[in-house]
C-alpha cells in the first residue's frame, strides 16, 4: 500500500443491476442479485521455452510491436490530476498504466466526435485504465472475468468499495460525481428509488440518510464535513445503497440516437435492470456509429470497458439497427437512452 501510494503521488505531482423503482423504500436497501456472466474456460498453458530455441537477439531488444504498443499506452501524467480517486491512496484499485483514448483508437474509416473541453465527455474520453491483463475483480476480491474474458477489453483504474453497492447505475453515479467534483462543484444530486433527493450538501452539513419506518428521510445526526473526495466517497455509498436503474432512469433526461455523444448511457430498470455507460463515440460518413462502453455489474465489481467480440472493442451500429446489443444483457433500444445534464 506503501509503494501504491508513493507511485501515484509520483504520478499526480506538479445500481444498477438491482430491482426496480418502488413507491415506498423497504426496510433495508433493495436486494441485489448476485450473478455475473461466466468466464471463459480456461486458455491453454504457453509453451514451455524448450519447445524451441530461444532467439538471444529478440530476448536482448523489444520487438517493433512491443515498442508501438509502449507508445499507444504512454501515459499523460498530466491528464491524471483531474481524476480525482486517485490522490486516495487507501483505495484498492489498480494502478493507471493508460488512457482510454490511448489504448483504443477509433476503427479504421471513424473517426472520433469532438467533445467540449471539461465535459463529461471529454472526462471519459482519458479515463484512466489498468494494465492489459487485468481481470475484473469482486468487491470481496474474487475474480469474475479473466483478463482473456472475450467480452472483456480493459478495466477502470478505479475501486469498486469494499461493499456489494457499486454495481451498474451506481457505477455512472460515481463516475458523474467524479467528474463534477473534478470541476470544482459540490452541489452533487442524486434520487432515491422511491425520489428521494440525496444532495450532497445535506451530507456536507452533518445530516445522514435514515430509516423511519419503511421510508428513508434525512437526520442530523453526523459531524459537519468540509469538501474533499474522501467525504464524496463516504456519501456516494449512501446514494448507492438507495439509487438503482429506476431513479437513474427518472432522473436523466431522455436523447435521441442522433444527438448521443460521449456520457450518455443505456438504461432499462427492473427487476434486475441494467445500465451501459457511453465511454466514446467515433462516427463514420456512411452514417455508422462506433461506440466504447463501460459497466459495472452485480455483484459489485471492477468498472471495465466491453468488447462485443474479437474483432476489438468499438460496438458498430448501423443506422438500420433497432438498438446496441451488449454482452450479457438484451438489446439497449434507442429509447433506453438517457443523459445526466450535470
Not at 537477439?57 to 509502449?70: G, I, L, R
Request: charged share 20%; proline share 10%.
Amino acid at each position: 500500500m506503501l509503494a501504491r501510494a508513493l507511485l501515484v503521488t509520483a504520478l499526480l505531482a506538479p445500481a444498477a443491476c438491482d430491482p426496480g423503482p418502488s413507491s415506498a423504500e423497504v426496510a433495508t436497501p433493495a436486494p441485489r442479485a448476485a450473478t455475473a456472466p461466466a468466464p471463459d474456460p480456461a486458455p491453454a498453458p504457453p509453451a514451455s521455452d524448450e519447445d524451441e530455441p530461444a532467439d538471444p537477439v529478440a530476448a536482448d531488444a523489444p520487438t517493433q510491436k512491443s515498442q508501438e504498443t509502449a507508445s499507444k499506452d504512454a501515459l499523460d501524467l498530466t491528464v491524471l490530476a483531474a481524476y480525482p480517486w486517485l490522490s486516495d491512496h487507501d483505495e484498492a484499485m489498480p494502478m493507471p498504466a493508460t488512457t482510454l483514448d490511448r489504448r483504443f483508437p477509433a476503427p479504421a474509416g471513424f473517426a472520433r466526435v469532438e467533445v467540449a473541453p471539461g465535459s463529461f465527455g471529454a472526462f471519459l474520453r482519458t479515463l484512466p485504465l489498468a494494465a492489459e491483463g487485468t481481470p475484473v475483480t469482486s468487491y470481496a476480491g474474487g475474480t469474475i472475468l479473466r483478463p482473456d474474458h472475450s467480452n472483456l477489453a480493459a478495466v477502470a483504474a478505479i475501486d469498486v468499495g469494499a461493499r456489494d453497492l457499486q454495481q451498474c447505475a451506481d457505477s455512472i453515479i460515481r463516475l458523474h460525481a467524479e467528474w463534477w467534483l473534478s470541476q470544482g462543484h459540490h452541489d452533487h444530486a442524486y434520487r432515491s428509488a422511491s425520489g428521494v433527493d440525496l444532495p450532497f450538501r445535506r451530507y456536507l452539513n452533518g445530516e445522514r440518510i435514515v430509516l423511519e419506518g419503511k421510508q428513508i428521510v434525512w437526520k442530523a445526526k453526523g459531524s459537519a464535513r468540509l469538501p474533499s473526495h474522501a467525504a464524496l466517497r463516504a456519501y456516494l455509498d449512501g446514494v448507492f445503497a438507495w439509487a438503482n436503474t429506476g431513479s437513474l432512469a427518472q432522473q436523466a433526461a431522455k436523447i435521441t440516437r442522433a444527438d448521443l455523444r460521449p456520457g450518455d448511457f443505456f438504461v432499462l430498470p427492473g427487476g434486475p435492470g441494467h445500465a451501459v455507460l457511453i465511454l466514446d463515440v467515433a462516427r463514420a460518413e456512411d452514417g455508422r456509429v462506433a461506440l466504447l462502453l463501460g459497466q459495472g455489474f452485480m455483484p459489485a465489481q471492477s468498472f471495465h470497458v466491453l468488447r462485443p467480440g474479437p474483432a476489438g472493442p468499438w460496438f458498430i451500429v448501423a443506422p438500420a439497427d433497432d438498438g446496441v446489443k451488449t454482452p450479457f444483457w438484451e438489446t439497449f433500444p434507442w429509447s433506453s437512452l438517457r443523459r445526466l445534464d450535470r
